[in-house]
């Protein structure tokens, strides 16, 4: 079965830093999309990025971008220029074919004034 | 455009008893998920709907089923309801059949007393 580990329940950096986001899965498929997603305290899952496993370009989007390693099985996510409103808890995320997401269990990111 | 949204915000509900959730997709999407997300945890899939049909499921008893509408609108039903069903349940939406961007809801809080 496929499975999601974030291995960093909480991180933490200083305002204008830049942080990195730990993101492992398992699969044997070699086709699938990955995902983090922004869950703030409001409650509502946002979409930060996402990357087709199929692009060995890394995906980037303003500040926020990955690093993934398809072979490691490893997809990584870069913050630059840390804000205030960039702290949530940050979960990764696979899709595949059978119709679902499976999440990893979040890492809280802290942002120090 | 409303995006996704979900009813009620806020539910308690006592063991035994029996619940119903709702969401309405974001407009133009045809297929919904639905999550479970336990406090501190990452979403658990439970189903998804498309074509008003339960299209796939996750690893949840049939005390949890679910119903989709013509215009696409969803409801997620609990029987006989347990403590550990307290959690915060997600709706998301997209278009089309397989793969698109999920937007989710911003959830219904369901606490079981």
């Known amino acids: 079965a496929q499975t999601v580990t974030q291995s960093q329940p909480e991180m933490s950096v200083q305002e204008a830093e830049t942080v990195t986001l730990s993101c492992t899965y398992d699969?044997?498929?070699?086709?699938?999309?990955l995902f983090w997603y922004k869950q703030p305290p409001s409650r509502q899952m946002i979409l930060v990025i996402r990357q087709e496993a199929y692009k060995q370009q890394n995906a980037t989007e303003n500040r926020f971008s990955v690093n993934f390693q398809k072979a490691a099985k490893s997809f990584s996510l870069k913050i630059s220029d840390s804000q205030l409103g960039d702290a949530a808890m940050y979960f990764c995320a696979y899709f595949e074919s059978n119709y679902q997401l499976i999440w990893g269990a979040g890492t809280k990111l802290i942002i120090k004034p | 455009d409303a995006g996704v949204t979900q009813s009620p915000t806020h539910l308690i509900k006592t063991r035994g008893q029996q619940v119903t959730l709702r969401c309405s997709p974001k407009s133009g999407h045809d297929t919904v998920s639905w999550y479970q997300q336990a406090l501190g945890q990452g979403p658990q899939f439970i189903f998804q709907?498309?074509?008003?049909?339960?299209?796939q499921r996750g690893n949840f008893p049939d005390r949890f089923s679910g119903h989709q509408f013509p215009n696409y609108s969803s409801e997620l039903n609990v029987n006989a309801l347990l403590l550990g069903d307290s959690a915060l349940y997600l709706c998301?939406?997209?278009?089309?059949?397989?793969?698109?961007?999920?937007?989710f809801g911003p959830g219904t809080r369901l606490t079981v007393l």
């Open positions: 998301a939406s997209f278009p089309g059949g397989f793969y698109n961007e999920q937007f």
């Open positions: 699969t044997s498929e070699s086709d699938y999309y």
């Open positions: 709907y498309y074509e008003e049909e339960e299209r």
